[in-house]
């Protein structure tokens, strides 16, 4: 198991991850973040609330930033035939 900080970028700030998660690799916590996302995505619609998420960035103990997932990483294949770009 690997350590990872998912730290939060939102519109008007960023929140860092201050104790991280283990996952087996990245494509796990990488999979994690976007489903993470496409919840806090589904509850902001539902709510009829403006979503200020615009990417999870994954980073190691030492804090170097290992990948990105923006928000149209997180829509992208949430609804068939709809492919977004441009978001984040």
Known sequence: ??????NVDLKDGF?????????????????????GMRDIIVEHIQQGETLALRAIS????AGHLISTVTLADAVN???P????????
């Open 58 to 61: 994954i980073t190691d103990d």
């Open 15 to 35: 929140i860092p991850d201050t104790e991280g998660l283990d996952f087996l690799n990245l494509e796990r916590a990488t999979a994690e973040v976007i489903s």
């Open 77 to 79: 294949g949430f609804l």
């Open 1 to 6: 198991m690997v350590k990872y900080f998912l």
């Open 81 to 88: 035939g709809i492919k977004v770009s441009g978001l984040g």
